[in-house]
């Protein structure tokens, strides 16, 4: 285990199963649907990657990029979009893929704008979810854990751009960001 970690809390081959758990669920829901699946970068990569394998359906795969962390551990709550879709989803199912719903903040700008572009149904999968620290009234339909109110890295998730490619998800030591 990383030197940075202070302990796992789910190995690969957990995080693996529940991915498969949802792919099932979300492929008896999207059959006739015809959705766009739409990860937000760059944290849901690993994580999306893995579930669109196992979706059983026809789908197309877009993506964007937004940011909100600017001090690395705190949400700014101002969200930007740094890259746009390239699929119009006016009158389409749009299944947004995070790898955590935190605050909130980064799911209530997507909801919003893919509403205003006139998406059919809009739900989202979100890998982690941290419910402690919500600041704004959204939850993904999806969810493959419940995390504590800690920092938490791997499967895609970061702190200051490290620890992406860590194979489990896992809490960041403190003594790593606090000084
Ligand atoms: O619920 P929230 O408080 O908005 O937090 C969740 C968002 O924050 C992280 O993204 P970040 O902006 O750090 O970019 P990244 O995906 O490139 O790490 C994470 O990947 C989610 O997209
Ligand atoms: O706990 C977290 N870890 C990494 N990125 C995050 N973005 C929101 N919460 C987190």
Known sequence: MN???????????QVSNRISELATTISTKYQDEFPVVVPV????????SELMQKL???LNIDYVDVSSYEDNSQSSG???LLRDLSHDVNGRSVLIVEDIIDSG?????LNNLFASRGAKSIETCSLLDK???REVDVDADYVGFKVPNEF???????YDGRYR???YVGVLKRSVYEN
């Open 3 to 13: 030197n940075d970690i202070e302990k796992i809390l789910y190995t690969q081959e």
């Open 165 to 167: 490619n860590m194979p």
């Open 152 to 158: 938490i890295v791997g499967y895609g998730l970061d």
């Open 78 to 80: 101002r969200v930007r």
């Open 105 to 109: 903040h980064t799911l209530q700008f």
């Open 56 to 58: 059983d359906f026809k």
């Open 131 to 133: 419910p402690a620290r």
């Open 41 to 48: 970068m760059t944290g849901a990569m690993i994580f999306a």
